[in-house]
């Protein structure tokens, strides 16, 4: 595949507990596009942040550990870069957003000063200018009187406006990949909605690629290009937008489409959904981690850990049954 | 309100206020206007949903409606008792019939209690059962709600969210309620656990004939589960009406802003929704705006809505809306 800006392949990364090791992400790979908006779907404890906070070299080790896999970014492996410069391609280059915008603002220095400190770490940009430059940054994130709120610190700011300075500061300086997790999982909806128009917004101003890990279909569903949906430590199904919404295909990805509500219908009298309870990874899966909850698993879903394979184009799944007909695939 | 006669729960005008105290000799200094005077009927067998964003109070008002709080005015009637004039014996007395599930399973068990002890501990506070008739009970609480009744002797700990969760609602069915207070059940929860937990709700309602007063901040998933649904915004109720009512016709340009910010899972839907997108933030409730409470953030504000307060009127049969400029 040409122009891949991130291309990750067979990832695994373990975590130490005392009740023994978490194999948290197993043989995650997939790439992402210049400028395109990746979405990362699943629910607690797939995998989903841990991918992307490995890629980073942000995972804590001990007790985390990446034990297998390549992240090229632009052809160099993150992995294997000495921190110093990984330090360099992390904010500059790739830049990330948290869930919470709470605690990833340090409530100690103004907001300014945060806005100013990666201006002049990574442009090298003198005090005056990253200044000038900060309120340009609070301004296009839709912060009114931004030159005054420099001086503010962080508790004078609501929810919705600290996740506005987090963009801000993820955006300023010009990073062509945006790693954004959860940002709008602890905010209201109203709230949401401006903030996902606002990097909509800047997303065609700016171009750049943006990876959004959550939890929430509908989100994905207006604002990705592509999706990748996790179970298990592993990506199950990978497809566009449309046909993932349009033809699901792997039984979890059926089931949690048919278990949301719709704020747009009625729904049937009772909600479709999933019995059991996802897994906690002990070991490597060998069988597919989603057998135990799945109505088609057959027997070699007990035996083998299926392959992400494509069903149509841009459209993979791993799952040894074809949900279409209810038979081997 | 209309006179239907299976009302089960009238709140009138409930206001509770949080007052603020500051300085050396603790001087109350201002108050939070939790829940500002709202009014409305639960009907015995309903699901009334009660929607809004975070701090509109809608934990609040369920809350002051089971007098956890003392409300700062108003009234709550449950089957023609006024709670607020009672005794503190006599409200304990009471809360048998009306009970609570709280939002977060993980502490809302204490910890060093077992299953067994948490679910049957209504039972011997109440004085309802005692020793192996307790345990009985339990088991069957458990059975009732999908968990094993073998899990009796085993902690919280060793339970995931959605398990918790069905202790919860096991310990709140335990006194044989008419009237339970959902705040928030299933926001903690992932969303394949979420659909579980709401069928377990829709069952026991139909097998028991429970009214739910169902808090929730998805309004997606209020659809799915109530009859009929209030819209909060600080401390007010803004629109009541029956769910389809609300949802296909919404009057009030808070609830068609609300709906219209809700994601949408199918982006074909997605792509022709007229989006309403509310600028600025939820101003605090230690000093609500004059008038109404939404005109600082409403589209269609206009001079009168700065003036006074607007009524919450019923503009259509069962249909309840407080603005000004809905006609």
């Known amino acids: 595949m040409p122009d891949l800006l991130l291309d990750i392949k067979g990832l695994e990364t373990q975590f130490k507990t005392p009740e023994g090791i978490v194999h948290a992400v197993n043989g995650v790979s997939f790439g992402l596009k210049e400028g395109e908006t990746l979405g990362v779907v699943g629910e607690s404890g797939c995998g989903k942040s841990v991918t992307m906070l490995s890629v980073l070299g942000l995972v804590a080790s001990p007790p985390g550990k990446v034990a297998a896999g390549e992240a090229l970014f632009l052809g160099e492996d993150l992995l294997k870069m000495p921190a110093e410069k990984l330090r360099h391609v992390r904010g500059a280059q790739i830049a990330m957003i948290f869930q919470d915008p709470m605690t990833s603002l340090n409530p100690v220095l103004t907001i300014g000063r945060q806005l100013e400190e990666p201006l002049m770490l990574h442009i090298g940009m003198t005090k005056n200018q990253a200044r000038d430059r900060a309120a340009e940054l609070l301004g296009m994130v839709g912060i009114p009187n931004a030159k005054e709120r420099l001086n503010d610190y962080p508790h004078q700011y609501s929810g919705g406006m600290r996740q506005r300075v987090m963009i801000a500061m993820a955006l300023s300086c010009s990073p062509q990949v945006l790693i954004a997790d959860e940002p709008t999982t602890a905010l209201d909806v109203t709230i949401q909605a401006q903030i996902t128009d606002l990097v909509k917004r800047l997303r065609n101003e700016l171009g750049m690629a943006i990876v959004w890990i959550t939890h929430d279909l509908g989100v994905v569903a207006g604002l990705a290009q592509r999706v990748l949906v996790m179970y298990g430590g592993c990506v199950i199904e990978e497809a566009s937008v449309t046909e993932l919404f349009a033809s699901p295909t792997h039984p979890y990805t059926i089931g949690l489409i048919n278990s949301l509500p719709r704020v747009d219908r009625n729904a049937h009298s009772r909600l479709y959904s999933i019995e059991g309870q996802p897994p906690v990874l002990y070991q490597k899966p060998h069988s597919c981690p989603f057998a135990p909850r799945c109505k088609w698993a057959m027997e070699r879903c007990w035996k083998e850990n299926p392959t992400l394979d494509p069903v149509a184009d841009e459209h993979r799944v791993a799952c040894w049954v074809d949900t279409k007909t209810g038979r081997p695939r | ?327």
Not at chain 2, 46 to 58: A, D, P, Q
Not at chain 2, 63 to 78: C, D, H, M, N, S
């Open chain 2, 1 to 327: 309100m209309s006179d239907n006669n299976d009302v089960l729960l009238k709140v009138s005008d409930l206001k509770m206020h949080f007052p603020i105290y500051r300085g050396v000799i603790q001087r109350q200094v201002g108050a939070v206007h939790a829940v500002d005077g709202v009014s409305f009927d639960v009907r015995r067998g309903e699901t009334l949903g009660l929607v809004g964003e975070s701090g509109c109070g809608k934990s609040t008002t369920g809350r002051t409606i089971l007098q956890l709080y003392k409300p700062t005015a108003g009234e709550v009637f449950f089957e023609g008792t006024n709670l607020v004039s009672l005794k503190r014996e006599e409200m304990r007395w009471m809360r048998r019939q009306m009970q609570m599930i709280f939002q977060d399973p993980y502490a809302s068990l204490n910890p060093r209690m077992t299953v067994g002890e948490i679910v049957g501990e209504p039972l011997s506070v109440h004085n309802v059962a005692a020793g192996k008739e307790i345990q009985e009970r339990v088991a069957h609480l458990l059975e009732l709600v999908g968990l094993n009744p073998g899990f009796a002797g085993r902690y919280p700990h060793e339970f995931s969210g959605g398990q918790r969760q069905r202790i919860g609602v096991a310990r709140a069915l335990a006194l044989q309620p008419s009237f339970i207070i959902c705040d928030e059940p299933i926001s903690a929860l992932d969303v394949s656990i979420q659909a579980q937990v709401v069928n377990l709700l829709e069952e026991l309602q139909e097998q028991f004939n429970l009214t739910y007063l169902f808090i929730a901040h998805d309004l997606s998933m209020v659809r799915h589960i109530s009859k009929r649904v209030a819209v909060m915004y600080l401390g007010v109720i803004m629109e009541l009406a029956n769910r389809d009512d609300l949802y296909l016709d919404p009057l009030h340009p808070y609830t068609q802003a609300l709906l219209s910010a809700v994601p949408i899972p199918d982006p074909m839907a997605d792509i022709n929704r007229k989006r309403v997108i509310l600028e600025g933030d939820v101003p605090s409730p230690v000093n609500p705006p004059s008038g109404c409470r939404f005109r600082t953030r409403c589209p269609i504000a206009d001079k009168v809505c700065a003036e006074s307060r607007p009524e919450f009127r019923e503009v259509r049969p069962g249909h309840f809306v407080a603005c000004h400029l809905v006609s």
